[in-house]
């Protein structure tokens, strides 16, 4: 089997994954700015890492997940002027800047469990590390990479380069196109060149959030907190560091200036970036109306939505496309994704309950299908493999219904577990429910109900057997409301979500 592959944007292919300290993983990934409710765009991308966090620990690594919050420093804009995000909302909220942080940390805690995504090992914040990045800002200013100008301190690029960096090389941007594309700086910039970034920035006075620091009351550019936070609890260079598509430039391309200015090393081996959403075709934006939030996705309250959408039906469809792939929000394709989704959810109650018999009576016995057998091996092994190319999801998921159709087979008593042998048998069981619950993390919903089904379940059962029809076709009907469908079979009463 081909080992784990992963498309380093930086190299701009596939590459074998090696990590640096096997079986140990370091893996940054850049959190949200706790300003505001985390949009879908941002959930597509730790979901994403999580995905690939549950598969590197599913075959075997040893992962250190460090996520940020960032609290502090990233200005509207995303630029090096402007007001604090997070100072604006306290501004406009009257209230102070760490209740802005701590309501939407909480909310992105509630979000992320939503979507039944693992917590990272570490969560750190920028104002948690404001000694080690006022520490950076020094370091960089002894050794000529940076200058200080009216209070603020700015990362010198034309210097970076000058001694072999290569800003520009993430992205892909040249220097001079780059130099091309920005405003001529104006005589009161503090910048020697424009694409000079700030490392630290001196506070004005309506400015909330400050610290002291040798230049100064001020607060850390908004590059700087992932380098200072990423090196140290994964070293100076590490394994896997990932974002969304929009973090590559600047962001990024600042990270690797930094921590190379900073350790004479690049920091980061396998750069990886997810790919946007879009809305019916069009990019997802708060300005074009169409962006909604986790919240009205699961409440279905948004205009463009024709229904509400569970979190594991969306988890599910994100997995459907590759990370790498724009992926487009429609109310059918989220439908179609509600189906499948539920599909494989029945299967993953079905196959967890049933266990090998080998045939009832000798006679009855089916001999082993080997034809049955062997597609059941390559679908396992096959999942393996699209998870090995860079995390093809899409290609893993489409396994995952060459194994269904078999539980289902198994369910409606059309094939004998014995046609599978036991080995197989146990194969498809184990492999079914780790891929789904281990590597790609869906997990059944609605469970709490199931007591309730189950109950009704044993009265529709007796009611039939004393010929209550008008009893039995109410439950009938209620079990439709959900969605779901009452099966009779031969040797007993179930239920599945409908076809
Ligand atoms: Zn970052």
């Known amino acids: 089997m081909q080992p784990l592959h992963i498309y380093n944007t930086l190299a701009r292919k596939k590459e074998l994954f090696e990590p640096l300290n096997a079986p140990y993983v370091g893996m940054y990934v850049c959190g949200p700015t706790v300003y505001n409710y985390v949009h879908l765009g941002n959930v597509r991308t730790f979901l994403t890492f999580d995905t690939l966090y549950r598969y590197l620990t599913f075959i075997g690594y040893k992962v250190r997940y460090v996520r940020n919050l960032t609290d502090v420093g990233h200005l509207v804009g995303d630029g090096d002027d402007g007001e604090d995000k997070i100072g604006r909302m306290a501004k406009l909220e009257k209230v102070e800047p760490m209740e802005i942080v701590q309501?939407?940390?909480?909310?992105?805690?509630?979000?992320?469990?939503?979507?039944?995504?693992?917590?990272?090992?570490?969560?750190?914040?920028?104002?948690?590390?404001?000694?080690?990045?006022?520490?950076?800002?020094?370091?960089?200013?002894?050794k000529g990479l940076a200058y200080e100008s009216n209070g603020s301190v700015y990362f010198d690029i034309e210097t970076y380069n000058q001694r072999g960096g290569n800003y520009g090389k993430l992205s892909g941007r040249i220097l001079d196109d780059l130099l091309n594309d920005t405003r001529e700086l104006d005589g009161q910039s503090e910048k020697r060149s424009p694409l000079d970034f700030a490392i630290w920035k001196r506070a004005s006075p309506e400015h909330l959030m400050r610290w002291n620091s040798p230049w100064g009351e001020g607060f850390p550019g908004w590059h700087l907190e992932c380098t200072c936070m990423s090196t140290k609890y994964l070293g100076k260079q590490f394994d896997i560091h990932g974002g969304g598509m929009d973090l590559k430039f600047p962001h990024h391309e600042c990270e690797i200036a930094q921590g190379d200015g900073l350790s004479g090393i690049d920091p980061v081996r396998y750069w990886m970036h997810s790919n946007m959403l879009t809305v019916n075709g069009q990019k997802m934006s708060k300005s074009l109306g169409n962006s909604f939030l986790p919240s009205e996705l699961f409440a279905g309250s948004h205009y463009l939505l024709e229904q509400a959408y569970s979190p594991m039906t969306v988890r599910f469809f994100m997995l459907q496309s590759h990370y790498r792939s724009t992926l487009d929000f429609s109310n059918e394709a989220l439908k179609a994704a509600q189906k499948g989704y539920r599909r494989l959810a029945n299967g993953l109650r079905v196959i967890q309950t049933m266990t090998y018999q080998p045939g009832e009576d000798a006679a009855s016995t089916e001999l082993a299908d080997e034809k049955k057998q062997q597609e059941i091996r390559q679908a396992v092994q096959q999942f393996y493999e699209a998870m090995n190319d860079d995390l093809n999801t899409a290609v893993g998921i489409a396994q995952l219904f060459t194994l269904l159709k078999y539980i289902n087979m198994l369910y409606l008593h059309q094939i004998e577990a014995s046609v599978l042998g036991e080995d197989v048998f146990n194969l498809l069981k184990e492999s079914f429910i780790t891929f789904m619950h281990d590597v790609l993390g869906l997990r059944e919903e609605g469970s709490d109900n199931q007591p309730v089904l189950e109950g009704l379940l044993t009265l529709y059962r007796e009611y039939k057997e004393q010929k209550q029809y008008d009893k039995v076709d109410q439950i009938r009907s209620y079990f439709k409301a959900q969605g779901l469908a009452i099966k009779d079979m031969k040797h007993q009463i179930d239920w599945a979500y409908e076809e």
């Open 103 to 142: 309501r939407f940390t909480n909310d992105f805690h509630t979000v992320m469990a939503q979507f039944n995504t693992f917590p990272p090992s570490i969560e750190p914040t920028a104002t948690g590390h404001m000694v080690e990045q006022i520490e950076a800002v020094e370091k960089l200013l002894d």
